[in-house]
């Protein structure tokens, strides 16, 4: 079945560690995106990519980076993990750009 | 660039009782429209958009909105509320084909039985 996934559902982690945040889709999108949400609050576009080698920044200045080398694959890596990354990340992928996005189930971010 | 307001923070409904949530958009041209559900841990989902065509869109679990160009509006309604609809309500605009959706603040719906 089609669906997009998300890696670790929950983390918690102390400052200065390096983290990755997986997500993997097997929708066969070409566009990903990863989305910061504080709880009760708006969608923030951090990251987006369109396809394989291809990433770009969102609306929301972030100090994470991402990678496209598969097409299924795009994950997300905080080099240093500070307490103001403390949030939830979700992860998306469309077929189209202007599309329906379909969401992961997202990663909550506790950095103590 | 495009922009999308949606008014209510918090609405609470009684189950059974009508349900109509606000969304206003800014956008010179036709807007790609869209209204997702969360629920408390989730990811979100898609509950209905619209494209072009009938400005009035079915959706998924009961759910409808309507396209008013003249109100720069999408608002969703539900005829008959269910504990279960109590979620975060998202509306979502895109302009144009090679245009990032932008999300509204999102509206809280509580239901009290």
């Known amino acids: 079945e089609a669906d997009i996934y998300q890696t670790p559902r929950y983390l918690v982690i102390g400052t200065g560690k390096k983290i990755t945040l997986e997500c993997s889709q097997t929708?066969?999108?070409?566009?990903m995106y990863w989305y910061q949400q504080d709880p009760g609050m708006e969608l923030h576009l951090i990251h987006y990519s369109y396809g394989v080698n291809s990433t770009e920044k969102g609306d929301l200045s972030s100090e994470s980076t991402v990678s496209r080398i598969r097409t299924e694959h795009f994950p997300l890596t905080l080099e240093s993990a500070r307490p103001s990354h403390t949030s939830q990340y979700l992860c998306?992928?469309?077929?189209?750009?202007?599309?329906?996005?379909?969401f992961g189930p997202g990663t909550r971010l506790t950095v103590t | 660039a495009q922009s999308v307001t949606q008014p209510d923070i918090h609405i609470t409904v009684s189950e059974g009782a009508s349900l109509e949530l606000r969304c206003n958009y800014s956008y010179g041209a036709t807007p790609y429209l869209f209204w997702y559900v969360q629920s408390p841990g989730q990811g979100l989902q898609l509950l209905l958009k619209y494209f072009s065509g009938d400005t009035l869109v079915q959706g998924i679990k009961g759910f409808e909105a309507e396209f008013k160009r003249s109100q720069s509006s999408f608002n969703l309604r539900k005829p008959s509320v269910h504990w279960s609809d109590a979620a975060e309500y998202f509306c979502a605009v895109g302009a144009g084909t090679a245009s990032k959706l932008t999300f509204g603040t999102g509206t809280r719906l509580q239901v009290t039985l």
């Open positions: 998306a992928s469309s077929a189209y750009i202007v599309d329906e996005q379909y």
């Open positions: 929708m066969g999108h070409d566009k």
